[in-house]
């Protein structure tokens, strides 16, 4: 039996500082800019009713694997992957999973930061009174003026990523415990006092229905495929982000409650996002399918209507622009924990390289919003392809790939060991097991296998 291993980039002080920050690294963008906004493009109810199965059967098991993997592995993805390989007598080619994580985390970091900047402009847009008694029209007509903007973009996207390297750098367990218990039930509250304002809009029932009455009519591949995309997505699997948040655990913590904790605002607060949003959608004769504009051309309509929007619509974008914060700083120790195990990196070069190299490349998604907007590849501009590359595509195949590590490769010793189980019968354990070694891996697989039409191809020759 291998020595139990300690961190050397230090451990929570404690389980709910933990459920913290992997709080803040789930609740983010994921849940107000980008559920609101997929949903809105993939036709509501049934589309949520598939992201909800999807965050039960697929996105809790592997929640629960990847803390897991963190918390035995106590390293950055790369080393606790090569490690773990090694203690169950695995080919080192398992390092490579932590490789994928890091460069998902990359690419998901730069769009991140562009939209993350967009929040952090409309803190400066609500405050001055711009929306005040603005039309439907001239709320979106503002949007679209400041998208195809590059200089203001790019400037809110480099105040982002610094804010974010800033803090990497520091360390993510000093700062970030504080402002995530504090801000985020605030976010939460907010949240709530939307949807309570939406209750008056006259449409809050239209919402319920285009949110949870399903049209299955509506669904396709594709749609499955971004369900299952957005609830990696959401929950911040597959990429190494709760892996290396894992490995700060303290030994002696439940993951199996810690991941239905976290598992579950996420959720609440993704579903809460819609509740507050399409009632304004549908009350001012607006489309669900806004695209990436969904949350910003909404919301700032309600703000400018209702007493005290100055000063709500403001703190509500200054808590959003700190739930992408807590998120931005996941994805991005993943790679500094490597740099400073693998190159002595002190963590503040490790922070500031990481950071611009996903600070460059979302300069890239950022033209092509504006003046690159021509140049596409399969229909999608640079900004569309990576996020649909990493969310739909990298991040269930890194899931994939931690399920079937924690499934098949790991000894029955080694899990139970970790998720404090003794009897080797439990049901919950048991359950677990099925799901990681089986539904998570064949769902993964077989939404894959749809949306590329082999299983089409298959029906027809067998
Ligand atoms: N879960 C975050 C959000 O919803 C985004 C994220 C994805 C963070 C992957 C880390 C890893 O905003």
Redesign the pocket.
């Known amino acids: 039996m291998e020595i139990p291993r300690t961190s050397i980039h230090g451990e929570w002080s404690s389980r709910l500082a933990f459920i913290l920050a992997a709080t803040g ?7 107000i800019w ?1 559920f609101p906004y997929i949903t809105g493009e993939n036709g509501g109810g049934a589309f949520v009713i598939v992201y909800l199965v999807c965050v039960l059967a697929i996105g809790v098991p592997i929640m629960m694997a990847e803390i897991m993997l963190g918390r035995r592995g106590r390293q950055s993805p790369m080393n606790t992957m090569a490690s773990l390989a090694h203690d169950e007598g695995r080919s080192k080619l398992w390092k490579g999973l932590g490789w994928w994580g890091v460069l998902g ?1 990359f690419m ?1 970091l730069s769009f ?1 930061s562009v939209v993350a900047g967009w929040t952090l402009a409309y803190v400066f847009r609500m405050g001055s009174g711009m929306f005040t008694n603005a039309t439907a029209d001239g709320v979106g007509s503002i949007f679209g003026q400041f998208v195809s903007d590059p200089e203001r973009l790019l400037a809110w996207h480099t105040i982002f990523m610094v804010m974010t390297i800033i803090v990497v750098s520091r360390g993510v367990k000093s700062g970030l415990e504080k402002a995530v218990r504090y801000l985020m039930p605030m976010l939460f509250i907010m949240l709530i006092g939307m949807v309570f304002y939406a209750m008056n809009t006259g449409y809050f029932g239209n919402a319920i229905s285009y949110l949870f009455e399903p049209d299955f009519s509506k669904l396709s591949a594709e749609v499955i495929l971004t369900a299952m995309g957005q609830a ?8 190494g ?2 892996m290396i948040y894992g490995s700060y655990l303290p030994k002696q913590t439940s993951i199996g409650r810690t991941t239905f904790i976290v598992a579950g605002m ?1 959720t609440l607060v993704a579903i809460l996002s819609g509740l507050a949003i399409f009632p304004i959608v549908f009350a001012y004769g607006l489309q669900p399918e806004q695209s990436v504009g969904l949350v910003f051309k909404t919301l700032p309509i309600a703000f400018g209507q209702m007493p005290g929007g100055l000063l709500f619509g403001t703190l509500f974008f200054v808590l959003l622009s700190f ?2 914060w807590t ?2 700083i ?2 991005l120790e993943p790679a500094v924990t490597w740099l400073v195990e693998n190159h002595g990196m002190n963590r503040v070069m490790a922070s500031a390289w990481s950071g611009l190299a996903a600070w460059l490349l979302g300069v890239v998604a950022l033209l092509s919003l504006n003046i690159w907007s021509d140049h596409t590849l399969f229909g999608k501009n640079a900004f569309d392809l990576m996020e649909f590359a990493t969310t739909n595509i990298m ?1 269930p195949l890194g899931g994939l790939m931690i399920a079937l590590f924690a499934g098949w490769m790991m000894r029955h010793e080694s899990t139970m060991d970790e998720l404090h189980i003794q009897d080797r019968l439990h049901l919950g354990y048991r359950l677990w097991q099925f799901l990681v070694r089986f539904i998570a891996p064949l769902a993964v697989l077989f939404i894959f296998l749809n949306v590329t039409g082999v299983l089409d191809w298959l029906a027809n020759i067998l």
């Open positions: 690294s789930a609740v983010g963008l994921g849940n980008r985390g998901i991140y990696f997505f959401s929950l911040s699997l597959g990429m982000a709760i996420d739930a992408a998120s931005a996941s994805l991040l």
